[in-house]
């Protein structure tokens, strides 16, 4: 069993930053796969990013490639989100997630943390 926090969400104007952070219990984390999502109203889960056990390498999405940024902390369970050059339709229910398998799905992941609220303003 698997529990994460994320923290870190917030009201940002357009072209600003914001680090999103998720914290998990328990001894396995290194042995998880973590993976950023957002949900905006009326739309589906999408992954935004993920990165793989040791953190050797990430996957970001083609709509945050060269602007987001995944990395992991093994030792202190957490995974983070750097969102910079952040544009309103960023805004939306940013969720991270646990997996054992390397996947951009979210029916992969079998553990999800509560949501953070991220509001980018024009």
């Known amino acids: 069993q698997v529990q994460l926090v994320e923290s870190g969400g917030g009201l940002v104007q357009a072209g600003g930053s914001l680090r999103l952070s998720c914290a998990a219990s328990g001894r396995t984390f290194s042995t998880y796969v973590m993976g950023w999502f957002r949900q905006a109203p009326g739309k589906e889960r999408e992954c935004v990013a993920a990165i793989t056990w040791s953190g050797g390498k990430t996957y970001p999405a083609d709509s945050v490639k060269g602007r987001f940024t995944i990395s992991r902390d093994n030792a202190k369970n957490t995974v983070y989100l750097q969102m910079n050059s952040l544009k309103p339709e960023d805004t939306a229910v940013y969720y991270c997630?646990?997996?054992?398998?390397?996947?951009?799905?979210?029916?992969?992941?079998?553990?999800w943390g509560q949501g953070t609220q991220v509001t980018v303003s024009s």
């Open positions: 997630a646990a997996a054992r398998s390397l996947s951009l799905r979210a029916g992969t992941y079998d553990y």
